[in-house]
C-alpha cells in the first residue's frame, strides 16, 4: 500500500481536462510545498512534469499545471492529447525520518 | 545536458548482493548541489526510492531498506553505486538512478536496468 493515495485509472477525450488527485497527510502533502508529478510511458523512464508542487520544467507543456490543498496535491492536464496517456505518479517529501513517499500510479487512458 | 547509464549484471542469485553503477556524462558529479538516487520499480507496480548521495558523499536511505542498502560514489569516475545485500525475489525490479535537487525532484533519470532475483 502506497503512503499516497491516487485514483487507479483516469480518462478523457481529446480536447478535454482531467485531474489527477494525490492524498497524503499533514506529515507529507499537508507539511511541505514539495510535491512532484512523473509521466511515466510504457517501458520508459519516469519524466518529471511538476515539482515544488506547481513548477514546470524547462520543456514540460504548460497544458500540465499542479496545485495543493490541505493534505491533497492536483495535477491537471489541460487540451488533452493522444501522448499524454500514461502512467502518472505523485512523490512528495516527507521530512528526515522517512524522506519520500509515492503514489501507487494513476494510468490515464486518452479515448 | 547530463546523462545517466545504469550497468550491471541483471541476474543475481537469492542471499547474493545486487551491484550497479550508475555512469554520469555531460557533467560533473562532484558540481552543482545534486543528490545522485537509486529508485525501483517492480513489474507493474509503483516506484520506490532506494536512496540517494550527496556531492560530498554523505547519504540517505529508505528505512525499509536501510539494513541492506549502500551506496557510494566515484569522482574520477564520474559514478555512483548501489549495492543491495542479501536479495530475495521481492528485489527483482528496473533499478534506476536519477539526479535530483534537495527535495526529491529528480530532473534526470537514467533508461533504467533490470534486475532478476533467481536461482
Known amino acids: 500500500q502506497s503512503a499516497l493515495t491516487q485514483p487507479a485509472s483516469v480518462s478523457g477525450s481529446p480536447g478535454q481536462s482531467i485531474t489527477i488527485s494525490c492524498t497524503g497527510t499533514s506529515s507529507d502533502v499537508g507539511s511541505y510545498n514539495l510535491v512532484s508529478w512523473y509521466q511515466q510511458h510504457p517501458g520508459k523512464a519516469p519524466k518529471l512534469m511538476i515539482y515544488e508542487g506547481s513548477k514546470r520544467p524547462s520543456g514540460v507543456s504548460n497544458r500540465f499545471s499542479g496545485s495543493k490543498s490541505g493534505n491533497t496535491a492536483s495535477l491537471t492536464i489541460s487540451g488533452l492529447q493522444a501522448e499524454d496517456e500514461a502512467d502518472y505518479y505523485c512523490?512528495?517529501?516527507?521530512?528526515?525520518?522517512?524522506?519520500?513517499?509515492f503514489g501507487g500510479g494513476t494510468k490515464l487512458t486518452v479515448l | 545536458q547530463v546523462q545517466l547509464q545504469e550497468s550491471g549484471p541483471g541476474l543475481v542469485k537469492p542471499s547474493q548482493t545486487l551491484s550497479l553503477t550508475c555512469t554520469v556524462s555531460?557533467?560533473?558529479?562532484?558540481?552543482?548541489?545534486?543528490?545522485w538516487s537509486w529508485i525501483r520499480q517492480p513489474a507493474g507496480k509503483g516506484l520506490e526510492w532506494i536512496g540517494r548521495?550527496?556531492?560530498?558523499?554523505?547519504?540517505n536511505y529508505n528505512p525499509s531498506l536501510k539494513s541492506r542498502v549502500t551506496i557510494s560514489v566515484d569522482t574520477s569516475k564520474n559514478q555512483f553505486s548501489l549495492k543491495l545485500s542479501s536479495v530475495t525475489a521481492a528485489d527483482t525490479a528496473v533499478y534506476y538512478c536519477?539526479?535530483?535537487?534537495?527535495?526529491?525532484?529528480?530532473?534526470?533519470w537514467g533508461q533504467g536496468t533490470l534486475v532478476t532475483v533467481s536461482s
Open positions: 555531460g557533467g560533473s558529479i562532484s558540481s552543482g548541489s545534486y543528490y
Open positions: 536519477a539526479r535530483a535537487g534537495r527535495y526529491f525532484d529528480w530532473h534526470s
Open positions: 512523490c512528495s517529501y516527507a521530512g528526515s525520518s522517512t524522506p519520500v513517499v
Open positions: 548521495i550527496y556531492t560530498s558523499g554523505s547519504t
